[in-house]
């Protein structure tokens, strides 16, 4: 993979602020749920905030595969990784902000407040420079002339 393509793929998901953690229930079951990336490092490393005692941390112990989704706008992101539960009172305390506060009010010290580190192994991202006005050029584009939708870059990676 050219590291070109990498880094691409984590700009571009360093941009998205919101996105969606799928774990593996005791049954084999996906279930997904809203999260915030606090961190995307160099090394395809995605860093989240959870309370210890979740479901999603639950599900983390007994199956780490997992998958991430970030999308904005006419940007679209996923990996597919491994997680794991990590508590290290100083990497909370880096990674902490105000918007984490809401959802852990007693601070990062708090007992119940962990972090998920998602360790990619891969990703696929979908990418449409200009927005939303160019993506929807491109449409009536295709639409009016019976060519095919360009929907801008797509690439598959390996992290």
């Known amino acids: 993979m050219a590291d070109t393509e990498k880094q691409r793929i984590i700009e571009l998901a360093r941009d998205i602020p919101y996105g969606w953690l ?35 941390a639950s599900e983390i112990a007994a199956n780490a595969n997992v998958g991430v989704t970030l999308n904005s706008g006419s940007t679209f992101v996923s990996f597919a990784g491994i997680a794991e539960i990590v508590d290290d009172p100083a990497r909370k305390e880096e990674l902490w902000d105000a918007a984490v506060e809401a959802w852990l009010p007693d601070g990062p010290q708090s007992p119940n407040a962990i972090l998920i580190k998602v360790t990619a192994e891969s990703g696929e991202y979908w990418d449409s420079p200009g927005g939303r006005i160019a993506t929807l050029v491109s449409f009536v584009k295709a639409k009016l002339t019976g060519e095919r939708y360009d929907g801008g870059e797509n690439e598959t990676v390996t992290l």
């Open 22 to 56: 799928t774990t593996v229930t005791a049954d084999g079951k996906l279930v997904s749920r809203p999260m915030s990336p606090r961190e995307v490092t160099d090394a395809g490393e995605i860093w989240y905030f959870a309370e210890r005692d979740s479901r999603d």
